[in-house]
């Protein structure tokens, strides 16, 4: 299994950013999968999941209205769409692969994911 993060960048308080996650080595359509987040110094935060299906999206209320998920189950990948981004949503970004589909799992817990990226580093600043 490997997923590659991708898309992060410097941007200021009210831009846009798409993050995108290529997967590969697994059946994708078969698996929810998430983008979690961890600032310095604080433990990885759960964001949003989507169902295996890509018909149901979940996210953390911190980004809900701004973040959008979504995935492509031919190109086996999941992009995290990130708007009016604020400074407090600066951190690494880490895609993972949920050991089920959405209700197998404790969608907010990192122990329901069993492979994730290597992360992205979005940060927000002026």
């Known amino acids: 299994v490997q997923l590659q993060a991708s898309g992060g960048g410097l941007v200021q308080p009210g831009a846009s950013l798409r993050l995108s996650c290529l997967a590969s080595?697994?059946?994708?359509?078969?698996?929810?999968m998430s983008w979690f987040r961890q600032a310095p110094g604080k433990e990885r935060e759960w964001v949003a999941v989507v169902s295996a299906s890509g018909g149901s999206q979940y996210y953390h209320h911190h980004v809900k209205g701004r973040f959008t998920i979504s995935r492509d189950n031919r190109k086996n990948t999941i992009d995290l769409q990130m708007d009016n981004l604020e400074p407090e949503d600066t951190a690494v970004y880490y895609c993972?692969?949920?050991?089920?589909?959405?209700?197998?799992?404790?969608?907010?817990?990192?122990?329901?994911?069993?492979?994730w990226g290597q992360g992205t580093k979005v940060t927000v600043s002026s």
């Open positions: 993972g692969k949920g050991r089920g589909d959405i209700k197998s799992l404790q969608i907010s817990g990192p122990r329901s994911y069993d492979h």
């Open positions: 080595g697994f059946t994708f359509s078969q698996y929810a």
